[in-house]
């Protein structure tokens, strides 16, 4: 199932997910911009549409059944059951849930979390503290869909949207959310709507498939990339070609062990700068499961940019990663640039010598530059 492609094969994200066999599935944020976009429908024509048709944001346009379909006079509740496809997500099977109530003009939409979805207790994520952990891509899919069915339908667009998951609490108990300060349930999540499968054993197959078409192809440059977000800000920086992309996940180490014994003249590492300094610590598997947030050593590399041991210390405590880094910004300490370097330098260490030319870039959610490492 996993035979090497034709060198003709084009690379990048989409040829390596065919490359693995694995189904793809939808993320929170798809759930909940479906059920929010069936229950707005019925909210303003009496009737649910069922499926409902989404938009993601790279153009799909995925169909989802609906699980629930209440009215409830001032408000319509609509459902549907997450597909994680063939990826080991603990929320797979989640029913996840959009009520919509009507507000005054004006209003625009207006995000609640219901049972089973968290709230935001500590600052260093990308939404304030007391905020719904409704992340912002999921936010803004939900927006342009109030937005078509209040075009489609007479409506002004301006809602109440309470997301929920059903058992959201007691899932959540198996994810970061308690430790990252996010009470009271899961995270709606999403930067495309589309799960990435990731089978260990074939995505890092892939990764092998995806160096070996960029060297058929004649590229002497590749990016690692750690999802969507990172292989924009690649392919605005460098120009580089799909096939030039490899979409590495969590799996630094298998795009550099690789590359090492199938060298290309210059690597570029991109991904967010939590999990590059996940990297920095000299860990190859970057995956949330699997490896940690470093606080102590982003504390030392703080210090080593210009830090005092007073902002030394709050970055040793800081809640997360993004925390710590935004910290270090207000007080113009260059944190992400040495991480990116101390990346840099991780990378070439497991290259041995190959004689590849490295660099690392670190961005936030947004895919802003915050850390940036010379080639060497």
């Not at 699980?67 to 319509?76: F, I, L, N, Q």
């Not at 979409?247 to 690597?267: C, E, Q, S, T, W």
């Amino acid at each position: 199932m996993h035979g090497t492609p034709s060198m003709s094969t084009s690379g990048g994200r989409t040829a390596q997910l065919k490359h693995t066999g694995l189904r793809p599935g939808w993320t929170t944020g798809a759930c909940a911009t479906a059920a929010t976009t069936a229950a707005y429908t019925a909210l303003l024509t009496g009737e649910f549409p069922d499926p409902v048709t989404i938009t993601l944001p790279k153009g799909q346009t995925p169909a989802f059944a609906l699980a629930v379909e209440e009215h409830g006079g001032s408000y319509v509740t609509a459902g549907v059951v997450k597909d994680a496809g063939d990826d080991p997500d603990v929320t797979h099977g989640a029913l996840v849930r959009a009520t919509v109530r009507l507000l005054p003009p004006g209003s625009g939409v207006v995000f609640r979390a219901g049972a089973g979805v968290g709230t935001v207790t500590r600052p260093g994520l990308p939404l304030d503290v007391g905020e719904p952990a409704i992340n912002p891509v999921p936010r803004q899919m939900i927006r342009d869909h109030v937005t078509r069915v209040a075009e489609a339908h007479g409506g002004t667009g301006d809602v109440e949207v309470t997301v929920s998951v059903d058992n959201g609490e007691e899932i959540a108990r198996s994810t970061w959310n308690p430790r990252l300060g996010i009470l009271g349930g899961l995270s709606i999540l999403g930067t495309t709507g589309i799960v990435v499968p990731y089978s260990c054993s074939a995505w890092i197959d892939s990764i092998r498939r995806g160096v070996d078409v960029a060297r058929a192809a004649g590229r002497t440059h590749v990016a690692g990339c750690t999802g969507s977000t990172s292989e924009k800000t690649v392919t605005s920086l460098y120009d580089l070609p799909e096939d030039a992309l490899l979409d590495m996940g969590d799996f630094a180490g298998a795009v550099l062990k690789y590359i090492r014994r199938h060298p290309v003249d210059r690597l570029t590492i991109c991904g967010g700068f939590a999990k590059l300094s996940k990297l920095a610590a000299g860990h190859l598997d970057l995956h949330s499961a699997r490896s940690q947030v470093d606080k102590s050593l982003l504390a030392d590399l703080a210090r080593a940019a210009g830090a005092d041991e007073s902002l030394a210390a709050e970055v040793a405590v800081a809640n997360t990663g993004l925390a710590a880094l935004q910290l270090c910004a207000a007080r113009g300490v260059p944190l992400g640039d040495r991480v990116a370097e101390t990346a840099r330098d991780q990378a070439l260490a497991v290259l041995r010598g190959a004689p590849v030319t490295v660099d690392v870039v670190c961005i936030d959610r947004a895919g802003n530059i915050v850390g940036r490492s010379t080639p060497r």
